[in-house]
Nanobody, 114 residues
Framework: QVQFVESGGGLVQAGGSLTVSCTVS????????MGWHRQAPGKERELVAW???????NYEDPVKGRFTVSRDNAKATVSLQMNNLKPEDTAVYYC????????WGQGTQVTVSS
C-alpha cells in the first residue's frame, strides 16, 4: 500500500501565491510519476499537473504558466507552487501517483478570496 499526505493549504487573496506539498510513503516502489489533482465544491476531481520520475512536467490549460510542480525523490515529496491564484482555483488539492491509484489522501484546502 501507499499513503499520500498533503499539506500547506490555506486562505490567500487573488493574485497571491501558495505552495502545497505531498509526502509519499508505503510499499509501492518509489519513485514513480506523480500528479496533482483538485476538486472544487460541486465538481469532479480534475488533474492539474503531473511530473515524471526525472522531473519533466505537464500542466493542464487552466493552470499553465501559473503553477509549477517539482519533486524531491530522496525525500519522497512532491510540491505544487501556485502563483497568481484566482478564485476559481479554490478547491481541495490532492496528490497521487500518475495515473492515480484508488487510494487518496485527505487533501489540503486552498481557498482564494476575490
Amino acid at each position: 500500500q501507499v499513503q499520500f499526505v498533503e499539506s500547506g493549504g490555506g486562505l490567500v487573496q487573488a493574485g497571491g501565491s501558495l505552495t502545497v506539498s505531498c509526502t509519499v510513503s508505503g510499499r509501492l516502489s518509489w519513485p514513480f510519476f506523480m500528479g496533482w489533482h483538485r476538486q472544487a465544491p460541486g465538481k469532479e476531481r480534475e488533474l492539474v499537473a503531473w511530473i515524471t520520475t526525472s522531473g519533466t512536467t505537464n500542466y493542464e490549460d487552466p493552470v499553465k504558466g501559473r503553477f509549477t510542480v517539482s519533486r524531491d525523490n530522496a525525500k519522497a515529496t512532491v510540491s505544487l507552487q501556485m502563483n497568481n491564484l484566482k478564485p476559481e482555483d479554490t478547491a481541495v488539492y490532492y496528490c497521487n501517483r500518475h495515473p492515480p491509484l484508488p487510494t487518496w489522501g485527505q487533501g489540503t484546502q486552498v481557498t482564494v478570496s476575490s
